[in-house]
């Protein structure tokens, strides 16, 4: 089509609004018309790098190479792909029947933040932007290496948001590459908003109870993953990225691990291990013993116990769900509140309810002192995906050992690890190590 034909095509996409707005510049033989959407553009920059420049320049000639020497220039395309261009904020110049396009969209959201979700104290406490073309800046330069690359597509049939694939060519999974990318094609949704939501329509497992990539906002640590041949996906409009493919063993480490020397690192990793193993295990553990099997307990213990349920109308299972359930609001309300009462609601929240449900004989002292144990176990781990996958598993736990007692509960993590061992991450086991423990393996066979 010629380029009268695709103006015309596009003002007859934008009739029935007043969005597009056409402005014809005419000096001394010179004349050009200018397609764009005014709410998308930066009018300082158009102001500057077109009208001013147009009514200077002797000759068309001259202001078109000038327009295609400008690093904003981009190339036409088709005719959709122009469309898409004046609806992302780029300027249409149609001057000697060629068409120009500028970007100079305007940007609310290219402000770098800090870390707000994966929190740390040593190393950079720099997060991901909102904007795309930042975040991706923010990437590069803490990966200097010329073999990143960066590919575009765009998602969403309705708001057509473009989305970044990044990884480095020398080292990236070819074969989970592959895979990602044939996945990314399949999604046929018509609004892809947030990364999370992308997350959901390219993993094929969608009642897997563990996550399948791993979602950070901080670009370091996207560094580090690019190094070890993993894919990055970025959405436009959101301040965290998409890690594929990914292992259990990733959930469970930060990047401050390498920053500490060896025997920190581990005791911390240890204490997140534990307080894995905490969070799963003690309801079911409590509920077992206390209807099953008393006599584990040493004698003294197994008496405190039983005399703290004395005047407790409940069997064990109810009293763990009832104050497992409890917990699990107080958790979702302190997400959901106003940060400037949330954790002062939710304390005094607790507060009152642990002491009022033991007052009331609802509950014994001794089931407070286990749920508390295993919110605060809940909280040592540092990835919030796998953190909510672990609430779930831990109610399956309990109702496997209210009917099968503790046998049922033996049962219950055997066939959890049997579960882990069948699931992958695009073609990847799922249990394989880690890139900084076989990094680490590698470097104890060397010494």
């Known amino acids: 089509m010629s380029s009268e034909e695709n103006i015309k095509s596009i003002e007859e996409q934008f009739k029935d609004t007043n969005e597009l707005t056409k402005k014809t510049l005419e000096d001394e033989g010179k004349k050009a018309e200018i397609h764009y959407i005014k709410t998308l553009i930066n009018l300082e920059l158009f102001q500057k790098i077109i009208i001013k420049p147009f009514f200077e320049m002797t000759s068309e000639t001259k202001f078109i190479r000038y327009i295609q020497a400008l690093p904003q220039f981009q190339e036409s395309k088709s005719l959709d792909q122009l469309k898409q261009d004046v609806m992302s904020g780029n300027v249409i110049i149609v001057i000697q029947n060629e068409i120009l396009l500028l970007d100079l969209k305007f940007s609310t ?54 989305l970044a694939i990044i990884y480095d060519k020398e080292h990236v999974n070819k074969s989970a590459l592959k895979l990602i990318e044939e996945r990314l094609q399949t999604v046929d949704n018509k609004i892809i908003t947030s990364t999370t939501q992308l997350n959901n329509y390219i993993n094929n497992q969608k009642f897997s109870l563990f996550p399948q990539m791993i979602m950070t906002e901080r670009p370091d640590r996207i560094a580090y993953n690019l190094s070890g041949g993993k894919v990055v996906l970025l959405l436009d409009g959101n301040p965290q990225a998409l890690i594929a493919p990914v292992f259990f063993f990733d959930f469970m480490t930060t990047m401050e691990d390498n920053y500490h020397t060896f025997l920190i690192s581990f005791f911390l990793k240890f204490l997140r291990y534990t307080g894995l193993f905490i969070s799963i295990l003690l309801p079911s553990l409590y509920i077992g013993i206390t209807s099953y099997a008393p006599e ?152």
């Open 109 to 162: 959201n290219d402000q770098i933040n800090t870390t707000s979700v994966e929190m740390t104290i040593h190393g950079s406490q720099i997060a991901l932007s909102e904007n795309l073309t930042m975040s991706i800046n923010m990437i590069r330069s803490n990966y200097h290496q010329p073999s990143l690359f960066v590919d575009y597509v765009v998602m969403g049939e309705v708001n057509q948001q473009k």
């Open 296 to 447: 584990v307990f040493r004698t003294e213990l197994a008496l405190t116990i039983a005399g703290s349920r004395i005047g407790v109308p409940f069997s064990s299972f109810i009293e763990v769900l009832f104050m497992l359930f409890f917990m699990e609001m107080l958790l979702e309300a302190s997400i959901r509140l106003p940060k400037a009462v949330s954790a002062t609601a939710t304390t005094v929240g607790g507060l009152i309810l642990g002491t009022a449900v033991t007052e009331a004989s609802l509950a014994s002292n001794v089931m407070v002192i286990i749920v508390s144990a295993v919110a605060i176990s809940t909280f040592v781990i540092p990835i919030n995906e796998m953190a909510f996958s672990i609430r779930v598993v831990r109610l399956f736990f309990i109702l496997v050992t209210t009917i099968f007692g503790l046998a049922g509960l033996t049962l219950g993590l055997y066939a959890l690890v049997m579960y882990l061992v069948s699931i992958n991450s695009f073609g990847e086991p799922y249990l394989k190590l880690s890139m900084d423990k076989k990094n680490k393996m590698k470097s104890g066979e060397e010494s």
